[in-house]
C-alpha cells in the first residue's frame, strides 16, 4: 500500500520487503522469492530459493542450489549454475565452481580462473575494490587485479 492508502503489492505473498531498493522489493510465497517493480508488476515470479539485490544492474539468484544472475527485466543472464555467487563489483563478481572462487564477468564468462580458497561464512569471498581483489590460496592473503595478476606479500 502506498502513502495514499492504493494497494501496490496485491495480498497474496506470504511476505513482503518492506522497502525498495532500487525500485524493487523482494516477495515470498510458498518458501519461494521474487521481485515486483514499484508499481506491483512482476519483475521475477516467486520461483527462487533467493534473490539478491542488485548491484551493477545484476542481481544473483539461487534456482535449485545453484546461483546465476537476473537483470532488472527478471531475465536469466548467467544462468544458475554456480554453488555460490556474491554481488558484482566493477564489472566482475566472485563464483564458486568445486569450492574455489573466480571472476565472471556480466556474460558470464570465467574471466578470473575459480582457484581461489574463500567461503561465505568467513565473508572470505572475494570482491573487487579500486581495482583489485582481496584474496586467498594455499593459506596465504594476497591481491588479484582485474586481469588475475597475482600480488603477493614476500
Request: one cysteine or more; aromatic letters at 14%; hydrophobic letters at 40%.
Amino acid at each position: 500500500i502506498d502513502n495514499k492508502g492504493n494497494v501496490i503489492v496485491p495480498a497474496i505473498y506470504d511476505e513482503v520487503e518492506e522497502h525498495l531498493v532500487y525500485g524493487f522489493t523482494h516477495v515470498k510465497l510458498k518458501d519461494k522469492y521474487g521481485l515486483v517493480d514499484a508499481k506491483g508488476n512482476i519483475i521475477a515470479p516467486p520461483i527462487y530459493d533467493g534473490i539478491g539485490y542488485f548491484s551493477e544492474g545484476l542481481a544473483y539468484v539461487v534456482l535449485n542450489g545453484k546461483c546465476g544472475f537476473i537483470d532488472t527485466k527478471g531475465n536469466m543472464v548467467v544462468g544458475a549454475i554456480y554453488e555460490s555467487a556474491r554481488d558484482f563489483r566493477e564489472g566482475l563478481a566472485a563464483v564458486c565452481i568445486n569450492g574455489k572462487y573466480g571472476f565472471i564477468d556480466k556474460n558470464g564468462d570465467l574471466v578470473i580462473p575459480a582457484i581461489y580458497d574463500g567461503s561465505f561464512e568467513d565473508i572470505d569471498v572475494p570482491f573487487f575494490n579500486n581495482g583489485l581483489a582481496l584474496v586467498r590460496l594455499n593459506g596465504k592473503w594476497g591481491y588479484i587485479d582485474k586481469n588475475g595478476t597475482q600480488y603477493w606479500e614476500d
